[in-house]
């Protein structure tokens, strides 16, 4: 399929390199001072960017000061088809002139029965033949601790096996899972759960490196399981992700995945997969276990299943359907808006073949940032599945490790980023220094953005490395 097979906002509409830097004034500057003032000291984006959105369709944004950006941070990964897709916007206005109830609990709707059959023609169908789904709190997290007390029920165990690296979510026990150290330290102890080494080839935890330490991991984790003095009492599921998102980009081996539901299987722990990010084709697959062929227990979804509304659900073999009712509710478990914007942007992405385009789209993005990275040290490293691209930025003058991986630069990092804005590109940093630049583009981006997304970024991280990284005039 051609790059620019599915229409999308033109590159051209956002601004060129040597555009006025970013900045609001007037209303815009306003808001921002309310904002900074009225907002709690936890607000992330709204540091990283300066700007205030008033308008924005397909992959671009406009400001309040009138510049337009290109988008490559997708809603964290939310807007599978981009800002106001016109498929999503006559979902929501149908449903709206239709005098549906908006919310609803957990009652039966129309609204909900399509979604419902959307998602399931969208799973692997030998998952799908045993599935039930479960309609959670509105966001990923929420679906993350409901598959956690799905499988403590159904097992009768309170632990969890989780991986460095790890994102899950904020609250508890999505938190207990999650890998990030600083956002974990200042709260009291969270579950039971032992932390395993998850497969990262540019800094191997093993100092490896490559297959080699994919082979470590996987052996690493069985014998443990395995060791009556490992410490480990048997848990009530493993929690992983196929490509951890704000762990870095780092994309499990697929023959890992493989090891890691044998390993599961073989010894009755549940495997929960976390595709909140990953889903609804952003991989290159509808969804990222397609690329192993692994059957997990359960999938917990979010994020672009809503249609860029909020909408959370667990998937699971209905095997572990062990809940009393009532056992896990929530108020806004039934955003019938979301769910009507939910099945129409699944049977769009089906219906156009956005999974393949992705992986193809991003398949030459990766191949061009690896050449750039032949020129440009700075860049340790380029990695991703799909329409989800990570390139690690380091310090080029420092000692490389045993696996050849120099030491992360977040200072660079930070510089790029706001390189980037002021030359019109919206990109968010991740990984674990907070030195990875993340690249999650709507799937319906043209190769004329795709252009102009790498020769922005190429622009800013050289301006960045040599101190330059204003505004590109």
Not at 26 to 53: D, H, K
Request: glycine share 12%; charged share 20%; hydrophobic share 45%.
């Amino acid at each position: 399929m051609p790059l620019a097979a599915v229409p999308a906002q033109a590159a051209s509409e956002a601004p060129a390199p040597g555009a006025p830097g970013p900045g609001p004034s007037g209303p815009g500057e306003a808001i921002l001072r309310r904002q900074r003032v009225r907002e709690s000291a936890a607000r992330t984006y709204a540091r990283s960017f300066p700007i205030v959105p008033v308008r924005a369709h397909g992959m671009t944004v406009e400001g309040a000061d009138g510049r337009r950006y290109l988008d490559c941070l997708s809603g964290a990964g939310t807007l599978a088809l981009g800002h106001n897709h016109p498929v999503v916007l006559e979902a929501i206005r149908r449903t709206l002139d239709s005098g549906a109830p908006l919310h609803l609990l957990d009652l039966a709707t129309a609204e909900k029965d399509d979604f419902t059959g959307a998602l399931f023609e969208s799973l692997p169908p030998a998952f799908a033949a045993d599935a039930k789904v479960h309609f959670c709190g509105p966001a990923g997290t929420d679906a993350v601790e409901a598959a956690l007390k799905l499988m403590q029920t159904a097992t009768g165990r309170s632990g969890a096996l989780a991986f460095t690296g790890a994102y899950h979510g904020m609250t508890a026990g999505a938190l207990a899972l999650t890998g990030n150290v600083a956002v974990k330290e200042p709260l009291p102890g969270g579950r039971d759960v032992v932390r395993l080494p998850y497969p990262y080839g540019y800094r191997c935890p093993f100092g490896v490196g490559g297959e080699a330490g994919a082979e470590l991991s996987a052996t690493y984790v069985e014998r443990l399981l395995d060791d009556p003095s490992g410490g480990v009492v048997t848990p009530a599921a493993m929690v992983l992700e196929a490509v951890q998102g704000e762990g870095g980009v780092v994309p499990a081996p697929d023959d890992w995945l493989r090891a890691m539901r044998r390993v599961t299987a073989e010894r009755g722990i549940p495997l929960i997969v976390d595709e909140v990010q990953t889903g609804v084709g952003r991989t290159g697959a509808m969804w990222a276990v397609e690329h192993s062929g692994i059957l997990p227990d359960a999938m917990v979804l979010s994020k672009a299943i809503g249609g860029s509304l909020p909408l959370a659900v667990v998937v699971y073999r209905e095997d572990y359907d062990g809940w009393l009712p009532g056992a896990h509710t929530g108020t806004f478990r039934g955003n019938t808006l979301a769910m009507a914007a939910g099945a129409a942007t699944l049977r769009y992405v089906a219906a156009h073949s956005l999974a393949d385009r992705a992986a193809l789209v991003g398949a030459r993005m990766v191949d061009q940032l690896c050449a750039l990275a032949n020129e440009l040290p700075v860049i340790g490293d380029v990695r991703g599945r799909g329409l989800m691209i990570g390139v690690e930025l380091v310090d080029p003058a420092a000692e490389p490790d045993a696996c050849g991986a120099r030491p992360a630069d977040p200072a660079l990092a930070v510089r790029v980023r706001e390189a980037c804005l002021a030359r019109g590109l919206i990109v968010e940093l991740g990984g674990r220094h907070d030195a990875v630049l993340r690249l999650l583009p709507p799937l319906t981006i043209t190769d004329e953005q795709a252009r102009a997304v790498l020769d922005r970024l190429a622009d800013a991280i050289a301006a960045a490395s040599l101190g330059t990284a204003g505004d590109a005039r």
